[in-house]
């Protein structure tokens, strides 16, 4: 069993940061990518970030010069470092773990919201 425990979520003001980690804890033989997907109100559930095994990352256009992910592979963590936040970041975000084997694992999700 692998769990998946998010944080770092909150109320920002426009232009402000966030950094969110994620924990993977349980039976983890092999990871292949861990990301963070989000989802807004009334949208479908888009890839944010996410960064293999071999530490090669990948963004989406919308947070590319924004957002850094990056990966503490002897803790199984993730990190997400959110930077200049906009209104359109509002969202759930939540944390993906992709094994080797093919197994997906999602964490609960943490609510991330960017108002004045």
């Known amino acids: 069993q692998v769990q998946l425990v998010e944080s770092g979520g909150g109320l920002v003001q426009p232009g402000g940061s966030l950094r969110l980690s994620c924990a993977a804890s349980g039976s983890i033989f092999s990871v292949y990518t861990m990301g963070w997907y989000r989802q807004a109100p009334g949208n479908e559930r888009e890839l944010v970030a996410r960064i293999r095994s071999g530490s090669s990352t990948n963004y989406a256009d919308s947070v590319k010069g924004r957002f850094t992910i990056s990966r503490d592979a002897a803790k199984n963590t993730v990190y997400l470092q959110m930077n200049s936040l906009k209104p359109e970041d509002t969202a759930v975000y939540y944390c993906?773990?992709?094994?080797?084997?093919?197994?997906?694992?999602w964490g609960q999700g943490t609510q991330v919201t960017v108002s004045s």
């Open positions: 993906n773990l992709l094994l080797s084997i093919g197994v997906v694992y």
